[in-house]
């Protein structure tokens, strides 16, 4: 079965066909680094987080594959200018403390970091930049106006071919200078504005100035990836004029198909609403972080993941509470499931560390159920990223799982590290951390053992002054089994443990 993505160009799904072998270029628009991100950012961002992981699942097979991934950091715009200048302190100060979170958060949930990053106002972009508008310039598709240069929309042929705009009857010469507008009308958009007092500015053949939004995006993508590239995701409301303007800049220059395949993310709505500022249901990940559930606990930051990646990147996702009381439930019946399986492997013989083992995985006669759910669940993401099919068959995975350990003494060492080896799988496939901790230290095996033998004896009393020793002094947790299980342990590292 072949890849599946909706291409926004298009409108339809199409079969994904790499440009190069061994290799993906890919470009995500990235932060305007005037403020934290908020989560519905992080919706995007964790949409794009599981596209760049599945495509490195999908072919991990091949040698030396690689993901290419550039996104870039809006260091320079109108919004950066304008709330550099509220603060009265030099640009590059003010962005260097929302860039600084913004990966610090990317980090937080467990974000593939880009493989590069470049930054609008660096001056090595800049220089790139003024080429590519000397070159439209060069070619009939822009034009100087009192120093600021405009891209000449009636000269491209299929403008509004990406947010299916006619756009054709309505070219009315007429010029935009901001950064973002929504206009029906087609406009002469600003690739290079004319220097204004109170912002920066860097040289340029049309005399001082700095570049549009829409430009950098082009130039980066073509010089840090090709030409043309296969992938450029965002969210929906960059279709238009954003990418739409991308494509003008970038095919206007040099002939070519810019981007293959265009995917793009509905927003988030919180509780059913638009996030402002004025309802008060705007939240940053910080902010999310920061408050606590009904029991008094904070929240996770595996579980907030979780909620913003559950819901088809295409599909209206509704942020609530409730959806994050879930999201937790998921997380914990992962980290519980997993640890049951780390321990039940230390309880017998595979105590050194990180026992996943792929070949077991592949071969274990008892491994082939949740082989066959494995291979739904890559089915399901194959197609078009169907997030919600793709989970319901991990968490059969997690039934199938659950259900030997009644019986665990039947369990043997190398079916558990064929488990493990899933665990690895799936958290280099959707980043939610469960399996980082990859043995069981000696000291808590060895009371869990004597945990375990007071149990059997019936000798509850000692038993819970070792599970409190445990509890309080070691980092881990022990968990009762139920019937017919055994008492396992867990490392704490989550808000509720
Ligand atoms: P910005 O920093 O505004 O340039 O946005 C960064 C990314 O977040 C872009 O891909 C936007 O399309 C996306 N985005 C902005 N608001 C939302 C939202 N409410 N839901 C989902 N994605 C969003
Ligand atoms: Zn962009």
Redo the contacts with the bound molecule.
């Keep these: 079965m072949n890849i599946q993505f909706h291409n926004t160009l298009s409108g339809k799904k199409e079969d994904f066909q790499p440009i190069r072998a061994g290799e993906i270029l890919m470009y995500?628009?990235?932060?305007?680094v005037y403020d934290y991100?908020?989560i519905?950012?992080f919706?995007?961002?964790v949409f794009e987080d599981l596209l760049h992981r599945f495509l490195e699942f999908h072919f991990r097979e091949i040698k030396d594959f690689k993901v290419n991934h550039v996104m870039n950091i809006?260091d320079v715009d109108d919004k950066t200018i304008a709330g550099a200048n509220r603060d009265g302190i030099p640009l590059a100060q003010y962005t260097k403390k929302y860039e600084d979170a913004f990966i610090e958060d990317l980090k937080t949930l467990n974000i593939k970091l880009p493989t590069v990053m470049p930054h609008a106002a660096d001056e090595k972009e800049i220089q790139s930049m003024i080429q590519l508008v000397a070159k439209l310039i060069g070619n009939n598709h822009a034009y100087v106006k009192e120093g600021s240069v405009y891209f000449r929309i009636s000269e491209f042929k299929n403008y509004g071919k990406l947010s299916k705009k006619d756009l054709a009857q309505n070219i009315t010469g007429a010029r935009v200078d901001v950064d973002e507008y929504d206009k029906e009308v087609g406009a002469d958009f600003v690739l290079w504005k004319a220097t204004k007092e109170g912002e920066p500015s860097w040289d340029s053949p049309w005399g001082k100035g700095r570049p549009g939004w829409h430009l950098e995006c082009s130039s980066m993508s073509m010089k840090h990836l090709a030409e043309t590239i296969d992938i450029h995701a965002?969210?929906?409301?960059?279709i238009f004029p954003h990418h739409e303007n991308e494509i003008a800049q970038s095919e206007a220059a040099t002939g070519k198909p810019f981007v293959k395949y265009w995917l793009h993310?509905?927003?988030?709505?919180v509780n059913g609403e638009?996030?402002s500022k004025s309802k008060g249901n705007f939240f940053t990940l910080r902010d999310l972080l920061a408050k606590k559930d009904k029991s008094g606990k904070f929240y996770d930051k595996m579980a907030i993941k979780y909620a913003l990646l559950s819901t088809h990147y295409r599909t209206q996702?509704n942020f609530t509470f409730e959806l994050l009381e879930e999201a937790k439930e998921n997380i914990k019946k992962l980290d519980d499931c997993y640890f049951k399986c780390l321990s039940v492997a230390a309880l017998g013989v595979e105590r050194e560390a990180n026992v996943a083992s792929k070949k077991d995985f592949e071969n274990h006669p008892k491994l082939s159920g949740l082989r066959e759910y494995t291979t739904k669940m890559a089915e399901a993401l194959q197609d078009d990223l169907n997030i919600s099919v793709a989970l319901a068959n991990l968490f059969e995975v997690l039934r199938e799982i659950n259900s030997w350990f009644p019986g665990s003494i039947a369990i043997d060492g190398s079916q558990l590290r064929g488990v493990i080896f899933f665990f690895k799988l799936i958290d280099d496939l959707f980043g939610l951390d469960v399996s980082v901790i990859n043995s069981v230290p000696e000291r808590v095996i060895e009371m869990l053992m004597k945990i375990i033998e007071f149990r059997r004896k019936k000798e509850f009393g000692p038993a819970d002054q070792i599970r409190k020793q445990i509890n309080d002094e070691t980092g881990w947790l022990v968990k009762d089994g139920r019937p017919g299980e055994p008492s396992t342990v867990k490392k704490k590292r989550r808000t509720w443990d």
């Design positions: 995500t628009c990235g932060p305007t991100a908020h519905g950012n919706r995007t961002f809006t965002g969210g929906e409301d960059l993310a509905k927003h988030l709505l638009k996030m996702l």
